[in-house]
């Protein structure tokens, strides 16, 4: 997850640039292309190649999210923005169904997950992904606009690569103004929990073997209630943009608020001893 999150780190930097070469469907296509791939190497995995693609996917992640955000722009106004944002995070969370359901009643009653149940769940992650980059290929290409505002076919590829590495300059730059260390602060919040909620937190229930010996398949049940949560965020959020009474920041600091007591919740019910489902040896893995 480290990694995956350092690809995307280090590749936002350059992906406004690279939309200079190649347009927002050409980058969000590619970056799902990545994503199937780290899907693709859980197959027969080896260390090297987990490693390798989990950073690759992030970097896939980089194109996705920079692309889709120049789509979505390009595709709205000030009215529909907030809407139509709300609608692809919908969407978005929409996918963490398929995938953990599966798991949950596919590996019911199984102690030990071994090869063949593996592949299976990513051959299925790699069928239905490659589905959807094929459904990319229908997305609606609007002639004249980029996420600079910049009329990309009259520039030399000089001029290109001067605006590039202008581009990378100015967010450099931003790192030290004001707007983004407020942002700073929020964001660095955000993922400490995504790596708690996405890592740490299920590792920890499937090896608690006091919820029984296929406590492996609850991963999906997880991620599952994870995203009926972001699911019905994302429709309140929608509806709620609609009201000109209410502001982003209240629907942000709701959000913040009702945080606290899920946080309290896990960590009151968290058991001090959990079994290693590697060894079988019930010594101690976190406190």
């Known amino acids: 997850m480290a990694l995956n999150y350092a690809g995307t780190t280090l590749m936002a930097l350059f992906v ?3 939309l200079l070469f190649i347009s927002a469907k050409t980058s969000v296509i590619l970056g799902s292309i990545l994503s199937v791939l780290m899907a693709a190497s859980y197959i027969y995995p080896t260390p090297i ?14 194109f996705i999210w920079v692309g889709q955000g120049a789509i979505v722009i390009s595709n709205s106004d ?29 590996w019911q009653g199984k102690e030990n997950v071994d090869s063949h149940e593996r592949i299976v769940l990513f051959l299925l992650l ?37 605006h590039l590495s202008q581009g990378v300059k100015e ?3 931003f790192w030290f ?19 708690f909620f996405q890592t740490i937190y299920p ?6 073997k006091q919820l029984g010996t296929d406590s492996d398949r609850l991963t999906g049940l997880i991620v599952v209630f994870i995203g009926i949560g972001e699911v019905l965020g994302s429709f309140s959020t929608g509806i709620a943009s609609k009201s000109k009474a209410i ?27 959990l079994s290693n489902s590697l060894t079988r040896a019930g010594k101690v893995t976190y406190k």
Request: with cysteine; hydrophobic share 45%.
């Open 203 to 208: 590792t920890a229930v499937a090896n608690t």
């Open 49 to 62: 190649s987990i490693y390798l693609f989990s950073f690759i996917s992030g970097v896939g992640g980089a």
């Open 126 to 162: 790699c069928c239905i992904g490659a589905c959807g980059v094929l459904t990319l290929f229908f997305i609606k290409t609007i002639q004249g606009q980029s996420v600079d505002e910049v009329d990309t076919a009259s520039l030399s590829t000089s001029e290109k690569l001067k």
């Open 16 to 18: 406004p640039g690279f």
């Open 171 to 173: 967010s450099f730059q």
């Open 177 to 195: 103004s004001y707007h983004f260390g407020m942002l700073f602060l929020i964001t660095a919040y955000i993922g400490f929990e995504l790596a």
């Open 247 to 273: 502001s982003r920041g209240p629907i942000a600091a709701f959000g913040l608020i009702i945080e606290g007591p899920c946080h309290e919740k896990t960590a009151v019910r968290r058991q001090k001893r």
């Open 78 to 106: 000030n009215k529909t923005i907030d809407r139509n944002t709300s609608v692809f995070w919908l969407l978005y969370q929409l996918s963490q169904f398929g995938g953990t359901l599966y798991v949950f009643f596919a």
